[in-house]
């Protein structure tokens, strides 16, 4: 009994055994690895050799919808607005008063001539652009990052993926320098909570943000986010939320309320 006991306590003593919740990390685990009880969490690195989504002619559209575009006044849109194959009729907003640059900024499914084909090419790069962001390969270190709940993580550039949707719940950042490219393919719906903000930091822009979204999109009231978001089925921005970017819809509607858009600069 002793003899065991004696040989047990030198086992302890050189590391032969661990005890369980010791807290100590082995040796030779990935530094981009973190132990949070017994869940190793990857911490996604940089990637700076993601070349951006061409979004064509769709490049100079802030919002872009299919069946409706509606708006509980009054919104403020820096940028083209779109409906197709919707019709004009369709399109519930003022565009003297929340369009900059007015009626001839709008475009839908009956105008004719230049209109008509300016916006069916546009529709055709976003359905080009769509498809681009979902056939990239994702980072391997990206996919279900953190599970689908990134809010309160700082996120560098690189092409994440997840597989049943996104819920972002608090702050957020995305970090970067001017060039970088930041692609997030989502397999389901995205949702923002009231007053998350997605921040940009260390030069990181807005016109390098791409979300594709095979769900629906909300951003609910007052939230702040950046990008441009690709959605399949309905976006929605509830009461005063502002998009720096594109709400750009392939398949459903479009439901805006005292909401920013604002097309990113070059």
């Not at 403020?76 to 907003?93: A, T, Y």
Request: net charge positive.
């Amino acid at each position: 009994m002793k003899k065991s006991l004696l040989l047990l306590s030198l086992a302890l003593s050189i590391g032969l055994i661990v005890t369980p919740g010791c807290g100590k990390k082995a040796s030779g685990t990935n530094s981009g690895s973190i132990t949070s009880g017994s869940t190793i969490e990857v911490v996604p690195v940089p990637n700076h050799n993601v070349k951006t989504i061409d979004l064509g002619i769709a490049d100079s559209f802030a919002i872009m919808a299919y069946t409706s575009i509606t708006s509980a006044p009054t919104s403020n849109i820096s940028g083209k607005v779109g409906l197709k194959p919707g019709i004009r009729s369709l399109i519930n907003l003022n565009p003297n008063t929340e369009v900059a640059g007015g009626r001839v900024e709008v475009y839908a499914g009956d105008d004719v001539g230049d209109p008509s084909d300016y916006l069916n090419l546009a529709r055709e790069d976003l359905i080009a652009a769509y498809r681009d962001v979902v056939a990239r390969p994702t980072d391997k270190d990206k996919i279900e990052a953190y599970k689908g709940k990134p809010g309160g993580k700082i996120l560098p550039p690189g092409i994440y993926r997840w597989s049943e949707g996104v819920i972002i719940s608090s702050d957020m950042t995305l970090e970067g320098n001017d060039t970088d490219i930041f692609i997030f393919q989502i397999a389901g719906d995205m949702s923002v909570a009231p007053k998350v903000r997605i921040v940009l930091s260390g030069g990181a822009r807005a016109k390098n943000v791409f979300w594709q979204v095979s769900g629906k999109v909300t951003l609910e009231s007052t939230t702040d986010v950046p990008g441009t978001i690709m959605s399949q089925l309905t976006f929605e921005m509830k009461s005063l939320a502002q998009l720096h970017g594109r709400a750009l819809v392939k398949n459903g509607k479009l439901i805006l309320s005292q909401n920013v858009i604002a097309k990113p600069g070059l």
